[in-house]
């Protein structure tokens, strides 16, 4: 499993400097917002989970899933590597931007938003990141990398259209305290949705002809 885990993360060492461009980039363009610390910590977090996404675009061109079949590993654990990599890298993603974000918050505080807040912010953004990889991986393990990104589209744009349409139909937005109340709640979901998900890839992966 270590081994899994190590290959995937030397493949997307090439990766890293273009993620710390975007970083870079990124860091400025949030100084710019009404909350720099919630679209700083959005992005890095959602692009470290679009990295698992690209480690199977990786896989695909070197034809990996034949060869690690042909050597003493299961495709559970193939299917447990891709999830356990997506969890170590917004994990990470998840502690860098909280860390640099409070150190932003300190120069340029927003008003109301304290350390529960932002505590809460994080863990709601790294539930949507795992609910969003919950969703592509058992697409990806089913179709493939290129077909799933049609699927990827989609489910992007499926949040932003409702809360357009929710918007247009005047349903008015819930209370601060029902939110927090949500955002409580929402990792033991994601939890849960993020191991029906594993299953169910383990279950697809096994049954797929390579």
Known sequence: MIGLLYKDFY????????????????SVISAGMD???????????????????????????????RYALSM????????????LFCILLCSAAAILSF????VVLQFAPVEGFGM??????????????LFFGGLLLPLIFQFGVEKSRIFLLAIFA????????????GLSMPSDSALFSFVKLLPF??????????????????????
Do not use: C
């Open 116 to 129: 529960t807040a932002h505590l809460y912010a994080t863990a709601a953004i790294i539930s949507a990141a």
């Open 11 to 26: 493949t997307l060492r090439q990766y890293g400097k273009t993620m710390l461009l975007m970083l870079i980039l990124f």
């Open 72 to 83: 003493p590993i299961t495709r559970k654990e193939i299917v447990t590597g891709k999830y």
């Open 158 to 169: 499926a949040p932003t259209a409702a809360v357009i349409a929710l918007d247009k139909i």
């Open 189 to 210: 979901g994601m939890i849960l949705f993020y191991l029906l998900s594993y299953f169910l890839s383990v279950r697809i992966y096994s049954s797929k002809e390579i």
């Open 35 to 65: 909350n720099p610390a919630t679209f700083f910590e959005g992005f890095i977090i959602l692009m470290s989970m679009m990295m698992t996404i690209t480690s199977f675009s990786y896989d695909a061109l070197a034809k990996w899933d």
């Open 99 to 102: 860390l640099i974000s409070t």
